[in-house]
Structure formats: C-alpha cells, structure tokens
C-alpha cells in the first residue's frame, strides 16, 4: 500500500473519530447540565435548610463536622443531600430507635398491633426513611451528573486530539511520495 493512502485513510478516520468524540461531548454537556438543574430544583423545591452554624442540632460529634460546612445553607446540590441524609437524618433515626431499622420496628409493630407508642415511630421512622432514601436518589443523580461532565471534557480533548493529528497525517501525506510504500521493499498493490 501506498505510503500517501495509508497517511489519508488513517487521518480521515481521526477526523471521524473527532466528530464522534464532539458529539459524545455535546451530548454529555447536555446531560450534565439537565441533571444537575433537575436536581437542584428539585431540591430546592423541598426548602430544607441546614441548621444554623454554632446551633445545638449541629453540636453532635456525629452532625456537626459533617454538616458545618453547609450551616444555614438551603440544600440544593447532591453532595448537600448526601450529607443530610446520612449525618442528620440518619443520625436522628438511629438515635430514635436505638439502632433499630425500619424493617424490625415494623416487624414489632405487626406483632404488637395494640402498641400505639411503637405504630406512631414505625410511621415516623417510615417517613424519615423515605426522605433519606429520596435525597440519597439526589445525590446519585448529582454523582451522575458530574461524571457527565468530566466525560464531556475528557470527549472534547480527545476530539481536538484526534484533529490536531489527523491534521499532521493530512499535512505528511502530502509530503510523502506518491511512490512511497508503507513497508520498502515491497510491490505496491
């Protein structure tokens, strides 16, 4: 094979490469995007604020460094709803319960019917539950969302990459011989 076809196929199919790459890009721009504006209205939408720096909701050991930082904040972001969910709700709950989850109160609830007291935290650690489970959904989103992200920036170098070199093939194959072979000393086919 001629030494000038081989350099023009292989830089043409970089430039296709390139053009997949800055599709992808384009495409995971758009993801990254729409997740993370649909988790932040979504959760702003909850209007839950963390407490106030310095207030006794934040002076536990098991609250207070994971949750300073966000102190007085609105939660709008899937790192805030990780946070929450598992340093403040979740804390509140094992306190509640003594470690219990959900599935042992409701299972001693259930054999307990007459137990009002024990109902009542089954329906509070329900609730609770579903919260926390709601914002961990955020915060996987959020994660998604921001590998998306990265995704598209590492599509978008690789596709001026993938130019930068199949400009350098275009340019050699024009420099090239038209009698050149790819592997001297044999005929060209």
Not at 19 to 38: E, K, M, P, R
Not at 98 to 112: C, I, M, R, V
């Amino acid at each position: 094979m001629r030494r000038k076809t081989f350099d023009t196929l292989l830089a043409s199919g970089g430039v296709v490469v390139a053009v997949i790459l800055i599709a992808a890009g384009g495409l995971l721009t758009w993801a990254n995007h729409f997740v993370s504006d649909q988790v932040h209205d979504q959760l702003v939408a909850q209007k839950i604020t963390f407490p106030d720096k310095g207030s006794e909701a934040l002076a536990s050991d098991k609250i207070g460094p994971y949750l300073n930082k966000y102190a007085g904040q609105q939660l709008s972001n899937g790192k805030q709803a990780e946070a929450y969910a598992n340093h403040f709700i979740a804390v509140h709950i094992n306190e509640m319960t003594g470690g219990k989850t959900y599935a042992e109160l409701s299972s001693a609830a259930q054999a307990d019917p007459t137990n009002t007291e024990l109902a009542a935290q089954v329906n509070t650690v329900f609730k609770g539950e579903t919260l926390r489970g709601l914002l961990l959904n955020a915060y996987a989103f959020g994660t998604m969302g921001t590998i998306a992200g990265i995704g598209a920036i590492v599509s978008f170098i690789g596709a001026v990459l993938m130019l930068i070199l199949s400009g350098l093939g275009f340019m050699h194959s024009r420099r090239t011989p038209d009698e050149a072979e790819i592997l001297a000393g044999h005929p060209a086919g």
